[in-house]
């Protein structure tokens, strides 16, 4: 098939790991060519997408930005249009928006052996509506859409939801036209989005009602970036270098202690909540989780806002399961009605890898087959050539992940040119695969994750089959892991004289 475009490296995406990826392709492997491949009409991703009230980061913005832009606003977990912002800065330093090319949906990646390339089809919409088909080809192919699909929610399994008389939404479906003033609402879920809607609800709702089957854990984290005496006198770059540094290892030992420590951060999370919280709250009945920190995802709010909208006589919360919905309402277990005219279901992501892209190996299927396949230094999978998936940390902060298995890929890349190599596959042995354990890639006990497990790969955590949540530890594999391990690498014939 003929190519309208030849590439070194296509990069799929234009979020945070996307624009990341076109700095660290462009800063270190500046000889080749890349495009950045949106399919929406902005960049963005997540941040350009979400629309619900409240819409934020829910990690600290040192880290969760780029260490190469670094974050200047005041505020420490940072709005969408915020971040969004950012990102369009950032990628207009740097001159990466040059690269990316909107409204440039793949279709399909199949890789060719025969030619060592990859083969996508793209469908290019204009400003106009008007989609045409191209076909774009290149060296290695770079995933950098997240991991859920925006076309798709997570369908809320509620018994009677379609017999409810007022509005339904889903947070992912939040538009202009949806308006909570003055109603009743009742948020099904306890994740981040609940953890967020609910104050940004509680200003001009009636009444909000946080309707969740089991506590969660949820912290509160400074609203403003903290200042330390260095930026006094150190030049700039130096004093970012340090900052971000400095709050990655209070991250790092944060995370460590209290997955180390389990009882104690149960005890040290609940107080922290305490303070805040109105005098006699039940916090045992609502912020008691049955599983340990890090098990789920730790939720954060800035300044401690979630907590301070139950000293509100309009906020409650209510942990129960739900029998049924009512026209008017949802009818618990326990035999209590909740009244409402409006219904989020915050219910949690439909989890997916590879943007819901139809990947084949020489015209065979791939995609279909990701419960079966294991992850090679937490960005590639096995029986894949030439190809990684920018997957962020999901229980602590998305951006370090994302940028180390970047750089993993870049490592990969370097080597074969090095050595010649036109391709690299990670390979696993039929007697390595039947003796490796058949563990998630995404260990997370969320419904969310439950419900993806036949969706996701697998990760070993022997040798380079890992999937790592820990930044040093993927720092790491990035600097000493060996990467002719479990791989396979292809060169080129050498033609007969």
């Not at 780029?66 to 369009?88: C, G, L, T």
């Not at 997240?146 to 947070?171: M, N, Q, S, T």
């Not at 943007?355 to 995609?367: A, K, P």
Request: with cysteine; charged share 20%.
């Amino acid at each position: 098939m003929a190519a309208d475009t030849v590439l070194d490296i296509v990069v799929v995406g234009a979020g945070l790991s996307g624009i990341n990826a076109g700095y660290r392709l462009q800063t270190m492997m500046p000889h080749r060519t890349f495009a950045i491949l949106e399919a929406r009409n902005q960049i963005g991703g997540t941040w350009s997408f979400w629309k619900y009230p409240g819409t934020r980061t829910d990690s600290a913005m040192d880290v969760f930005g780029f260490d190469w832009f670094p974050w200047r606003s005041v505020n420490n977990m940072a709005k969408a249009d915020e971040i969004r912002q950012y990102i369009n800065d950032a990628a207009a330093s740097e001159g990466i928006n040059a690269k990316i090319n909107l409204g440039h949906r793949v279709v399909s990646a199949n890789w060719r052996s025969e030619e060592q390339m990859w083969t996508l089809l793209v469908d290019v919409t204009n400003y106009g509506g008007i989609t045409t088909r191209k076909v774009v080809k290149a060296w290695w192919l770079i995933n950098a859409t997240g991991y859920y699909r925006y076309d798709k929610a997570l369908p809320p399994d509620i018994p009677g939801l379609d017999r409810f008389g007022g509005e339904v939404v889903h947070p992912q479906w939040w538009s202009e036209d949806v308006t909570h003033d003055g109603k009743d609402v009742i948020i099904i879920g306890s994740g981040a989005t609940a953890v967020t809607l609910l104050p940004a609800l509680a200003k001009t709702a009636k009444s909000v009602t946080m309707l969740q089957r089991s506590p969660t854990y949820v912290m509160a984290l400074p609203g403003r970036v903290p200042r330390y005496f260095w930026q006094k006198f150190l030049p700039v770059s130096w004093s970012d270098a340090l900052n971000w540094w400095l709050r990655m290892f209070i991250e790092f030992f944060f995370v460590q202690i209290l997955s180390s420590f389990p009882n104690f951060a149960r005890k040290f999370i609940q107080g922290e909540m305490r303070k805040i919280l109105p005098e006699n709250f039940d916090i045992e009945q609502h912020f008691n989780p049955r599983y340990n920190v890090f098990e789920q995802r730790l939720c954060f709010c800035p300044s401690g806002d979630f907590f301070k909208a139950f000293h509100k006589p309009n906020v409650k919360i209510v942990t129960d399961t739900i029998k049924t919905v009512t026209k008017t309402g949802i009818e618990l277990t326990s035999g209590h009605i909740l009244d409402a005219n409006m219904i989020i279901t915050a219910t949690g992501l439909y989890v997916a890898l590879l943007g819901g892209i139809e990947i084949s190996v020489d015209d065979v299927r791939y995609d279909t087959t990701l419960n079966e396949r294991y992850v090679w230094y937490s960005t590639m999978l096995d029986g894949l050539p030439n190809a990684g998936s920018l997957m962020g940390y999901v229980g602590t902060t998305w951006t370090p992940g994302a940028d180390v298995r970047l750089r993993q890929l870049i490592k990969v890349m370097k080597h074969m040119e090095k050595t010649g190599a036109t391709s690299m596959t990670p390979f696993l042995t039929g007697e390595e695969r039947a003796k490796f354990p058949r563990t998630s890639a995404l260990p997370l006990t969320s419904t969310y994750a439950l419900s993806a497990r036949e969706r996701l790969p697998m990760a070993a955590f022997i040798g380079p089959w890992r999937s790592g949540g820990n930044w040093v530890a993927d720092t790491w594999y990035y600097w000493f892991g060996d990467i002719t391990k479990g791989a396979k690498y292809t060169f080129p014939r050498r033609k007969d004289n």
